[in-house]
């Protein structure tokens, strides 16, 4: 039997990248998969492709999740994937600073507002549309970004350290319920998504671009998209009855401390 058999599951931000992967692993296992997206084109268009429901969703927007809430008031699964790290752009010459000196409120806030009320309202929702069944399964993604600093992206990494917070609050909070509504939180670190490809461009220098960015990385290389929806089918399904409020990371080894090869 599938492992996600008769679960409704919906996914934040799953027009691309981990979000598209995520949705379509689940379908895959069996759910009924709602796929929301600010993008709606994008949204339908990958939805179509996978066999989900879409829905537009801004994640930062109360209205948008009562919108969901009265459409979906039944749900197995959430994964409150949808984020943003402030360089997006496009941008009229160079992006703004994110550092702790330079940045302006207006893009911290920006940051927070999709990253942090994003994720609570979605594990709000979550917890109501669970309750009748009192049972389900929360998935944040998080990053690696949230377990320690990045100078260079304070918002980005604050709000993702606030994410891992978070899902611990929901898990101690639905267990002190008598819930069984699970939370916990997947941390990637550099994973091959479409964020990636400006970057590397598709010029002769890709391989070595692409080297030079895992440099740091013990495995040497870019995390799949498809390796973190394996994490989030395993947290989805009832394989994972007894997980709440813990912290995966996929990073290929960064947080296990150096790659360095010790000396003769």
Known sequence: MP?????????????RGIGAA???????????????????????????????????????????WDAIA???AQLDVLVNNAGVTGFEGPFEGAPPPHD???ASLADWRAVHAVN??????GCRYAIRAMRAAGAGSIINISSRSGLVGIPMAAAYAASKAAIRNHTKSVALYCAGQGLAIRCNSIHPAAIMTPMWEPMLGDGPERDDRSAAMVADTP?????????????AVMLAS???AYMTGAELT???GILAGSAATPGG
């Open 100 to 102: 702790p000196e330079n």
């Open 70 to 72: 009265a459409r979906f």
């Open 250 to 252: 996929i990073d290929g």
């Open 22 to 64: 995520i949705a379509r692993a689940f379908r895959n296992e069996g759910a009924t998969v709602i796929l929301t997206d600010i993008d709606a084109a994008s949204g339908q268009a990958t939805a179509a492709q996978i066999g989900a429901t879409f829905a537009r969703l801004d994640v930062a927007c109360e209205a948008d």
């Open 238 to 240: 009832d394989e994972a």
């Open 219 to 231: 495995m040497r290389r870019f995390g799949e998209v498809e390796e973190v929806a394996a994490l």
């Open 3 to 15: 492992r996600l058999q008769n679960k409704t599951a919906l996914v934040t931000g799953g027009a």
């Open 116 to 121: 942090n009320d994003g994720t609570f309202l």
